[in-house]
T-cell receptor
Framework: AQSVTQLDSQVPVFEEAPVELRCNYS??????LFWYVQYPNQGLQLLLK??????LVKGINGFEAEFNKSQTSFHLRKPSVHISDTAEYFC????????????FGGGTRVLVKP | GAVVSQHPSRVICKSGTSVKIECRSL??????MFWYRQFPKQSLMLMAT?????????EQGVEKDKFLINHASLTLSTLTVTSAHPEDSSFYIC??????????????FGNGTRLTVT
């Protein structure tokens, strides 16, 4: 069975500072990893994905993530955040064994302060 | 890009009534749609997977008679909350996978429906 753990439920950060959101997963087979962002009362928007190939993945809005197979991690980073980055961020995993269903982590709320 | 339209965005209903939520893929054919439920400040929990033309597959613990899912066409899936009670109040989100893309392609999400049962 696959599972996702987001180690931080809330991350306060000052504007223009860097941020890292941690994500660890467990799965018995090769996985596909995703980061989504959710703004209040909205659905989810894909930030980036790792399917195969380069372990450093660049996404939209200046975000990037690095897949680390040995540490089973897929941490999300942004070098300089904006107020508009205040949102909930979800890490998710899917694999063929699970019928390609997405399993989400508990979410990390990023609060960017001026 | 692929767009999933979910309607209504908000609905308030009285206890005992039924509510239908629609999820449409606007510019692609969605052979598979997923319905999620999200409680305040929590993650998304998969309720069921619906495949066009067949019965939905429900996750463990989800009452199939309470949450009726219909996926009658390649662009429309509906979730009906029957005999709603206050504990059914939640944020419901649908997502869809483009049938023309690979099995590991990202899902496209609707904007969600906030259901409040009074």
């Amino acid at each position: 069975a696959q599972s996702v753990t987001q180690l931080d439920s809330q991350v306060p950060v000052f504007e223009e500072a860097p941020v890292e959101l941690r994500c660890n997963y467990s799965s018995s087979v090769s996985v596909y990893l995703f980061w989504y962002v959710q703004y209040p009362n909205q659905g989810l928007q894909l930030l980036l994905k790792y399917l195969s190939g380069s372990t450093l993945v660049k996404g939209i809005n200046g975000f990037e993530a690095e897949f680390n197979k040995s540490q089973t991690s897929f941490h999300l980073r942004k070098p300089s955040v904006h107020i508009s980055d205040t949102a909930e961020y979800f890490c998710a995993v899917s694999d063929q064994a699970a019928g390609n269903k997405l399993t989400f982590g508990g979410g990390t709320r990023v609060l960017v302060k001026p | 890009g692929a767009v999933v339209s979910q309607h209504p965005s908000r609905v308030i209903c009285k206890s005992g009534t039924s509510v239908k939520i629609e999820c449409r893929s606007l510019d692609f054919q969605a052979t598979t749609m997923f319905w999620y439920r999200q409680f305040p400040k929590q993650s998304l929990m998969l309720m069921a997977t619906s495949n066009e033309g067949s019965k939905a597959t429900y996750e463990q613990g989800v009452e199939k008679d309470k949450f009726l899912i219909n996926h009658a066409s390649l662009t429309l899936s509906t979730l009906t909350v029957t005999s709603a009670h206050p504990e059914d109040s939640s944020f419901y989100i649908c997502s869809a996978r483009d049938g023309q893309t690979k099995y590991n392609s990202p899902l496209h999400f609707g904007n969600g429906t906030r259901l409040t049962v009074t």
